[in-house]
């Protein structure tokens, strides 16, 4: 059943792009579009000036909850994304179109035994130890147990399906309890150095600023807003030269909001700041010290 207005869906593919318009997408954004999105090759294909074309808002991994708000004949829907705060925008959550084919109606499963990917992305298979059915299932995702684990494989309820899929047993983790400290938030966000900048990415296959914010949090249950400036609004004010590793560091240009955020890696020394981050200018994912252009704009040190 397609998704109706009024209700709430939820993301049945591992990961779905959010759009600014269904008349925005571009030539190179099909296999971003498809059924069975390949977000890998879609990232693979884009050049330099593709990876930051302003069509792309967000993504929702899979699992994520939306509330439909308009549908369309040719299949698209347009929706908030619960899971990812935007207060400037709409305060039920960030609004974009997404493909109807990506999303399907919500089980009425319990969610105790609920479980997060901790690897860059695994594949779900069909069985135990049995063929792949779901690939590009990436870190940060949350899926529920439906069962105990079997010689290394863990079964786990995925929307859309009615039989469970069996995810390699190492690759999940108990989502915590508890509130993460800000080093371990910070040893996730490592763990994607190198990766490659797309401008509203939210994956293991491409992200932007924001989003490495985001996702690291989200591995630890904590929900974040989506946007840099919001993050700022949602944060903690310090004093520059009390951040430690993990807080955050925003950036703005005079009389302008917030456009960048990066995590802090290290004590400041002798006026010299050091951030984990996704570069627009780099295009990837880079630890180093600040550089002349963002001591110039930074605007302060937050902590979650």
Known sequence: MA????????VRVPVATLWTAPEAVRPIDRPALADAPDVAAWVAGMDRDQQVGDCVLTQLLLGEPVLVTETRPDGWVRVLALGQPAAKLDVRGYPGWLRAAHLTTPTDAPSAGALVVDVGRTTLHAAAGGPP???????GTRLASAGRPVDGWRPVRVPGRADPLWAPEGDLVPLPGERPEAKE??????????LVYVWGGLSTDGIDCSGLVHLAWRRYGVTLPRDADDQAEATT???????????LYFFARPGRRIHHVGIVTAEPHG???????????????????LPPDRVATLVGAHRV
């Open 185 to 194: 938030v910070l040893a996730v966000a490592d763990r994607l150095r190198d």
């Open 271 to 289: 006026g010299r700041r050091r951030m984990l981050n996704a570069c627009y200018l780099t295009r990837r994912v880079v630890e180093e010290e």
């Open 237 to 247: 004010p310090l004093a520059l030269d009390d951040e430690r590793p993990g807080d």
């Open 133 to 139: 059915d779901l690939t590009g299932v990436v870190l």
């Open 3 to 10: 998704p109706q207005p009024g209700h709430q869906a939820v």
